[in-house]
C-alpha cells in the first residue's frame, strides 16, 4: 500500500487504525486494474473487511427498491447458488434486490462486495446497518466518498460505475422502466461485460426494465448455468460445467409442504400477480372467510406473501437441487 498523503486528517488516522480498514488510492498495486481504466478515475477507495475480495472474480446483482416478495426470493437464491458456484457478489447495500443479493451471498459462500454511495462512515439506508456489519465480517465494504457525505442522488450513478466495472457482468433482477439498476447494467455493456435479466410478468411493471434489456441483447435467464455458461472463467466456453444440480424454480411444489389439498388448489388458483381477496375468493368460488383462512396457513407455510393494499402473492421458492 502506498503512503498516506502527507498530512491525512485525522479522521482517517483514526478510522484506519482499526482492523481491516483500508484506503487505496489509484497508484496502490491493490487498486482494482479495472477503476482506472474509467472516467473520472475515483481519487481513493475507503474499505472495510476483506481486501483480497477486490481480486476475485465478481457478478453484479441489482435491480428495484420496491421490490416484490417473489423478486426477493430470486435474487437471494441466484445470489446463494452463484456464490457457491465461486463468484463474489457486487451490488449497491440498497433495500429491495441489492440487499437480497447481499444476503443469498453471504447464505452462500459469504462472499460479496458491497459499494456505497456515501462516506463509509454513514450508512444509507440505516435499515440495512445489520447487514452492513455482517458483510464487514464477511465481506467487503467500499466507497470512493469522503467521510461525512451523505446521500444524494447524482452519488448512485458513481456508485454504479464502480459496480458495472468491478464484475465480469451484471444481472438485473427486477427494475421498473426509469430504475437506476438500468443505468448499471448500461455502463456494464459500454464496458464490454456480460448483462443478464430475469423475465416476468407481461403485467408486472417490475418486468418491464428487464423486458427492454432483453429487447436490446440481454441474455434471458431462468437459471445459474445461463450466466456461468457465458463467462468463460466459469467453464461455460471451455466445455467444463462447473455445477451438477438443477437450477429451476418449482412451478408445483411438493404436496408435503402444504398444509391441505384445498391449500395448494388455491395456490395454484392464484397466478403470478397480487390479488385482492375478495378477486380471489371469486375466483376460487369460496367464500372470503374460507379464503382467508387458507391464506394465513399459506403465509405460515411461506407459500405466499401478504403486499400493501390488502394484496396478497403467491411466491415460488427455489428447487431443492437449488443450492
Not at 482506472?36 to 435491480?63: C, D, K, N, S, W
Not at 447524482?154 to 464502480?162: K, S
Not at 468491478?166 to 421498473?176: K, N, P, R
Request: aromatic share 6%; glycine share 8%; charged share 15%.
Amino acid at each position: 500500500m502506498v503512503p498516506l498523503p502527507d498530512a491525512p486528517s485525522d479522521p482517517l488516522k483514526c478510522w484506519l487504525s482499526q482492523e481491516h480498514h483500508h484506503y487505496l488510492r489509484p497508484e496502490d498495486s491493490d487498486f482494482p486494474a479495472s477503476l482506472r481504466e474509467i472516467h473520472p478515475v475515483p481519487v481513493h477507495l475507503y474499505l472495510t473487511g476483506h481486501l483480497p475480495l477486490l481480486q476475485r472474480p465478481m457478478l453484479a446483482i441489482v435491480g428495484s427498491r420496491r421490490a416484490s416478495a417473489q423478486g426477493i426470493l430470486n435474487a437471494t437464491a441466484f445470489a446463494r447458488a452463484l456464490s457457491q458456484a465461486g463468484l463474489t457478489i457486487i451490488s449497491g447495500l440498497a433495500t429491495g434486490i441489492d440487499a437480497a443479493a447481499h444476503r443469498g451471498a453471504l447464505e452462500g459462500c459469504g462472499k460479496t462486495v458491497a459499494v456505497m454511495a456515501t462516506g463509509i462512515d454513514r450508512l444509507y439506508p440505516s435499515e440495512n446497518r445489520a447487514l452492513a456489519r455482517k458483510i464487514s465480517e464477511q465481506g467487503l465494504i467500499l466507497s470512493e466518498f469522503d467521510f461525512g457525505t451523505p446521500a444524494h442522488p447524482w452519488h448512485f450513478p458513481h456508485r454504479n460505475r464502480l459496480i458495472a466495472n468491478l464484475s465480469l457482468g451484471c444481472l438485473v433482477v427486477e427494475a421498473a422502466l426509469d430504475s437506476g439498476s438500468l443505468i448499471t447494467a448500461q455502463l456494464a455493456l459500454e464496458q464490454g461485460r456480460e448483462v443478464f435479466a430475469l423475465p416476468g410478468s407481461i403485467h408486472n411493471p417490475l418486468a418491464r426494465g428487464c423486458h427492454q434489456l432483453i429487447r436490446e441483447g440481454a441474455k434471458l435467464v431462468e437459471n445459474i448455468t445461463d450466466i456461468l455458461n457465458e463467462l468463460p472463467e466459469y467453464g461455460g466456453k471451455t466445455g467444463k460445467n462447473p455445477v451438477s444440480f438443477q437450477e429451476n424454480f418449482l412451478l408445483a411444489p411438493p404436496l408435503s409442504t402444504f398444509p391441505s389439498v384445498e391449500c395448494l388448489r388455491l395456490w395454484q388458483n392464484m397466478g403470478e400477480l397480487p390479488m385482492t381477496l375478495d378477486r380471489l375468493a371469486k375466483q376460487s368460488n369460496l367464500t372470503m372467510s374460507q379464503v382467508a383462512l387458507m391464506l394465513t396457513s399459506l403465509e405460515l407455510a411461506g407459500h405466499v406473501a401478504w403486499l400493501s393494499g390488502g394484496r396478497v402473492q403467491r411466491l415460488v421458492h427455489p428447487h431443492p437441487g437449488f443450492p
